[in-house]
């Protein structure tokens, strides 16, 4: 029997999917739909983890959310042409979710750098505060923010008199210690020793470079750590270290306190976080010392290979 309203000899509708045309900036498309806050959020997350662990299992054991919930979600945002799965489960975004969501993680990036440089935000509760405002607040808000926010940016750098060396490259000794103690953080075996002293005219830098650690708890499989990410406190702020070109952190003079104590070493705060794998532990705050009495010229490369040790391979 056909629906009332169809002539005889005519043809059943077809249904078809929804097609959800998006409205950004850049395409000056129509008026549309826009992605709800849930929907923001889980496609930032297969777009930082695009093309590598972006899955719905691992969607699952983010958000702590049951393997239906995001498999539904996901579904939505393949219909909106946002993104797409891959051979064995991997999600990957299209072009029209990448120039939806690229933006808004380049002023999520730059929320972040501002929480953490002019209000001294510990970097992890930056990052989640940048992405709850970027999901939650309207885009003329967050752009308001992000003017104040550059506004208020200080020109110029301070000086630098923490070394008077010649201009050139030296190596130091130094540890990495637990905050408020002296003894060794877990981290201090994450980097290549000595560290770098590169000095210029202008002032010198530290360069430390990391190492990979293979870790084998209670005799399971062996997991390989190494450093993923530096930040170092100047004043109240927390910037985040540039990366030398072949992959040295870099920390400026200037921001590292000279001590004698009794010999003379140079301390400065820091917060690093690790990658262990595929999984990103949480970070720790440590303290720097640099052993200034120990500089010497340099005449070698820093050591090249994973760290090993006892409970180590």
Known sequence: MKPAGIRA?????????????????????????????????????????????????????????????????????????????????????????????????????????????????????AEQEARKMITLLQPETVDAILHHAREERPAGQRGDRLLKLPAGVYSTPFKLLKKGQDALSMGDRGFQKPARVLCRPDGCSFCLYPRQVR???????????SLSRLWYRDGEAWNEAATSADGGYLIPGAVVLREENPRPVGRVAVRVRASVNQWTMPESEAELVFELDSITPCTDQPAEGPETGPGRE
């Open 215 to 225: 870790y084998r708890p209670l005799q399971h499989r062996t997991y390989l750590g």
């Open 9 to 125: 000899g005519a043809k059943a509708p077809v249904r078809v999917r929804h097609i959800v045309l998006l409205y950004t900036p850049e395409t000056g498309g129509e008026s549309m739909q826009k992605l709800t806050p849930r929907q923001m959020e889980y496609l930032r997350f297969f777009a930082e983890r695009n093309g590598k662990t972006a899955s719905i299992t691992a969607a699952a054991e983010q958000f702590k959310v049951a393997k239906s919930t995001v498999s539904q979600l996901s579904h939505t945002l393949t219909d909106m042409g946002l993104i797409e799965k891959k051979s064995y489960g991997v999600i990957e975004l299209t072009d029209l979710g990448r120039q939806y969501v690229m933006p808004r993680m380049n002023e999520q990036q730059q929320l972040t750098d501002w929480m953490t440089g002019e209000l001294g935000m510990p970097p992890v509760l």
